[in-house]
């Protein structure tokens, strides 16, 4: 097997920690690996693989030989590239293994090989409304939003906004509902310019009304499943395994969480009964589910949020938990949440795009 350097970095051992395969994907910029055992193919494993051992409470530390699936399409040393190529198509592979009849890797295509388009289309399309909270402030941003508002700050060659309604629309997405209030006149200026090929529909705050206080003027304009966005966030994900996973549950709410992870610099001590030792780890590193801002709702919320008062979005998940009702929380990887609300966030963003500030 002489795999070349790029075929190697999606090389990974079953041996290896869940939370190396999550960091791996996040460093390569993909969300599907190889796993090899003595150089031999054993499977493959997804970040969908790991999402749903999150979901089911699976230790981080374990290996990821608790998650590898051996039912992954893949191609024989027989598959011509234009069979090869269908094959990639129809399940929106990331790339595609050749593995010979002794198991061993003799070649990896890659989507960026054979198609011309960047990334592939997500496989399930679904077309949900979908609401953009843009009505803050962005005091964190200061003195950018004193020009202007967060929702049109640069992301490269185009606006926060832009990139949001990007990442919806290739799902299937059409219709927005985007909250405005501060500099509400030049977000809907610019937007209405942009002969952008979307159903746009602007509501406005009277007032600061919290992150779901303005919720309350959709109850007639939103009666089915919708999705709910801060402005100041990218999530880079399959939205419609969000959307499965959400209906698989029956949940009321479910909340995009993205693992944060942080290392601690010392030794941790656990100590029990009359201050005896029970464990000690050595600089060990603890993860976080952290609120992304992104949401998936039924239509029913927009009734249990008080009208015209402030009200934020963790009000309502706390009403639905007081009542027993069904809420989520999907996991995404650390780096496919990108915060941009304030200076460090944003100009890390721009930077792993390649963009200056």
Not at 299 to 310: A, K, M, R, T
Request: hydrophobic fraction near 40%; include cysteine.
């Amino acid at each position: 097997m002489n795999l070349t350097e790029k075929q190697l970095e999606v090389v990974i051992n079953p041996e290896c920690s869940i939370l190396e395969a999550l960091k791996k994907m996040d460093l390569i910029k993909r969300k599907l690996l190889l796993v090899l055992e003595d150089k031999k193919y054993k499977g493959l494993l997804s970040i969908g693989d790991i999402q749903r051992g999150i979901i089911n409470n699976i230790e981080l530390s374990n290996p990821i030989s608790n998650l590898i699936r051996e039912d992954y399409i893949i191609a024989d040393s027989n598959s011509n590239v234009a069979h090869i190529k269908q094959m990639m198509y129809e399940i929106r592979a990331a790339f595609m293994p050749i593995v010979n009849e002794n198991n061993d890797v003799i070649n990896i295509y890659f989507w960026e090989d054979l198609f011309t388009i960047k990334e592939p289309v997500p496989l399930n399309q679904f077309n949900l409304p979908v609401v953009i909270m843009a009505g803050g402030f962005g005091t964190r941003l200061q003195p950018l939003t004193n020009v202007l508002p967060k929702p049109l700050i640069p992301i490269g060659e185009r606006t926060m906004l832009e990139e949001i309604f990007d990442r919806f629309g290739k799902h299937g997405c059409d219709q927005f509902f985007i909250s405005i209030n501060y500099k509400a006149e030049l977000i809907e200026f610019y937007l209405k310019n942009l002969g952008l090929p979307y159903d746009l529909n602007f509501f406005r705050e009277s007032k600061p009304m919290g992150t779901a206080g303005s919720l309350t003027l959709l109850r007639k304009h939103i009666n089915q499943t919708f999705i709910v966005s801060n402005c100041d966030i990218l999530i880079e994900q399959d939205y419609s395994e969000i959307l499965d996973y959400h209906r698989a549950h029956n949940n009321e709410i479910t909340i995009i969480a993205a693992l944060k992870h942080f290392p601690i610099a010392y030794g941790i001590i656990e100590t029990g009964e009359n201050g005896q030792l029970v464990d000690l780890k050595e600089k060990p590193e603890l993860t976080f589910k952290i609120n992304s801002g992104m949401y998936i709702l039924e239509p029913h919320l927009l009734e249990e949020i008080p009208e015209n008062d402030f009200f934020h979005i963790t009000q309502l998940i706390e009403k639905i938990r007081q009542r027993n009702g069904n809420i989520g929380v999907f996991p995404v990887s650390e780096n496919s949440w990108k915060d941009v609300g304030d200076w460090p966030e944003y100009k890390k963003v721009l930077s792993n795009n390649g963009f200056d500030i």
